[in-house]
Nanobody
Framework: QVQLVESGGGLVQPGGSLRLSCAVS????????LRWYRQAPGKERELVAT???????DYADSVKGRFTISRDTAKNTVLLQMNNLKPEDTAVYYC??????????WGQGTQVTVSS
């Protein structure tokens, strides 16, 4: 089992920045992918960013150049640095972990609202 707890969401003005954090605990040695997803009201959940065990990263086109995913292995944390935020980035952001066994785990989500 893996437990994921997100934090760092909030209200920010357009052009501002936020850093989301996801604390990972439990069977962390079986994890090979960590991801951030988001879901806006009335829309499907979408993949935002991925980081592998080797540190390779991938991003949705809509956030490339603005968001950065990283891992702090000492603290068992995955981070999402979000810069130049836009109103369309408003959503609930979820942390996701995939194990080598293809088991998936989700956090409870953290709300990000971009508004003036």
């Amino acid at each position: 089992q893996v437990q994921l707890v997100e934090s760092g969401g909030g209200l920010v003005q357009p052009g501002g920045s936020l850093r989301l954090s996801c604390a990972v605990s439990g069977s962390i040695f079986g994890i090979n992918l960590l991801r951030w997803y988001r879901q806006a009201p009335g829309k499907e959940r979408e993949l935002v960013a991925t980081i592998t065990n080797s540190g390779d990263t991938d991003y949705a086109d809509s956030v490339k150049g603005r968001f950065t995913i990283s891992r702090d292995t000492a603290k068992n944390t995955v981070l999402l640095q979000m810069n130049n935020l836009k109103p369309e980035d408003t959503a609930v952001y979820y942390c996701n972990a995939r194990q080598y066994t293809y088991s998936y785990y989700w956090g409870q989500g953290t709300q990000v609202t971009v508004s003036s």
